[in-house]
């Protein structure tokens, strides 16, 4: 995947064991290392990395990655130590010498966010095929996925699984389930009619009577998936119609552009996605789900709507990306390099040197040399003169999250405009 990766209950906290319901993370506070407890040497990130652990450091590698960074070779093997016999990760396994057994949590969104680093990073073909075959094993009837094995399909997990299997060179439509349901099968049935309050946005899950309510960052989570991609986006395409549209012949791509047309809504007054937090205040920013729908929207070929969004984000993130950490810098990296930006001057921070030093130095770190959009788009100006500067971590009833947009930021928010 943001996750969002921000706060609020996804479905039920206290039973995750036992009946597969996650809980998200706030994106205001990153909980703090127990004292007691030391943070890996190669783990990117100095909060408890209980909760988020892998997932974090999934985003930070794939970041690096996209901008053409070397990981150093200590994280990455911090990360595939993580693993299970099973191919499955967990969250975060302290001892991960001892073996994996029945009380292991491992987890989808985990699984699925180390497969896209390591099928990006290369050389770990063993790893991503186990984790893929897992992820296979674990899909429900619906095609979709929910964030741990046998729990009711949601749009996120469903999207993060998609960005994996794309990742590995698997096309989703070509991984089928016991009734013969696709991944994108499930995504639609998350869909909301254009007729209806929210139209052409994606729900988390229906509700327990079965209807569906609006959810930005499940919006933006499935606008990506929908489109076949992973957390950074990419082979940005021309948009479709402009307008939702819906009907007994919606296939995936107009989902998406449905998707996209309304986070474009939801942006236009603000320019930022609000959050939906307990105890939050009405306007309080959702920075990670914004930086997320950034990605989808300029994956989806509106790259020009999500322009003002992303200023803004230059403008205004950086406490919160120094407060929540490596995952939080990985989601701007994503949305800057989906947008046209350069990610070593974001608002005149240098993002990419930021989350470098939240671990341990990467192998080649050129921080002077542009990305390799940022040097696509350069040479677009040398051209013609004009310039183009144009997605739940786990939560045992735990609500102190790191803001990370794709995956954590209110999955089970009732409404989010």
């Given amino acids: ?23 998200a993370l706030a994106d205001d506070k990153s909980p703090s290392a127990a004292p007691s407890q030391a943070i890996p040497s190669g783990l990117y990130g100095s909060a408890d990395p209980t909760y988020d652990g892998v997932w974090r450091q999934s985003l930070a590698l794939l970041a690096q990655h996209t901008v053409g960074e070397k990981p150093a070779a200590k994280a990455v093997d911090w ?15 302290a001892d991960a010498s001892a073996k994996c057994d029945a009380k292991t949590m491992v987890d989808t969104n985990s699984t699925a966010a180390a497969v896209q680093a390591l099928e990006a ?49 698997t096309d989703p439509k070509s991984v089928p389930s016991k009734d013969d349901k696709t991944p994108y099968d499930a995504l639609l049935t998350f ?10 946005s994606f729900a988390f899950q229906p509700d327990k009577k079965g209807k569906l309510a609006a959810n930005a960052d499940a919006t933006a989570a499935a606008v990506t998936g929908a489109l076949g991609k992973g957390f950074a986006g ?42 939906a937090l307990a105890g939050a205040t009405m306007d309080a920013p959702d920075y990670g789900n914004t930086a997320d729908a950034v990605v989808a929207l300029s994956t989806a070929g509106r790259g ?30 994503f949305a800057a390099e989906a947008n ?7 608002g005149g921070a240098d993002l990419v040197k930021q989350l470098n030093a939240t671990g341990p130095a990467t192998q080649v770190s050129d921080s002077a040399a542009p990305s390799a959009k940022s040097t696509s788009d350069e040479k ?22 790191i803001g990370v947009g794709f995956l954590f930021s209110g999955r089970n928010k009732k409404q989010q405009l």
């Fill in 1 to 23: 995947m943001i996750v969002r990766r921000t706060a609020a209950v996804l479905a039920a906290t206290a039973a995750i064991a036992a009946a597969g319901a996650p809980a």
């Fill in 79 to 93: 990360l595939t130590g993580q693993q299970c016999a099973s191919g499955a990760f967990a969250a975060y396994r």
């Fill in 121 to 169: 990073l290369g050389g770990h073909d063993s790893e991503t095929g186990a984790a893929v075959k897992w992820l296979k094993s674990v899909q429900n009837k619906d095609g979709g996925w929910g964030y741990t094995p046998g729990g009711a399909s949601d749009a996120n997990s469903t999207a993060v699984v998609i960005g994996a299997l794309a990742a590995g060179g």
């Fill in 191 to 200: 869909s909301l009619p254009c007729e209806e309050n929210g139209g052409g």
């Fill in 234 to 275: 990419a082979d940005v395409k021309p948009a479709g119609a402009p307008a939702c549209k819906s009907g007994d012949n919606l296939d995936a791509e107009q989902a998406a552009q449905n998707g996209a047309a309304y986070l474009t809504t939801a942006l236009a007054k603000d320019k930022y996605l609000k959050s």
């Fill in 304 to 333: 020009d709507k999500a322009a003002d969004a992303l200023r803004w984000l230059e403008k205004n993130s950086g406490a919160w990306a120094a407060k929540a950490g490596p995952a939080a810098y990985a989601q701007l990296i």
């Fill in 340 to 346: 046209g930006a350069d990610p070593r001057d974001f």
């Fill in 380 to 401: 677009k100006k040398d051209d013609d003169g004009s310039g183009v500067g144009v997605w739940w971590i786990v939560g045992v009833g735990l609500v102190a999250g």
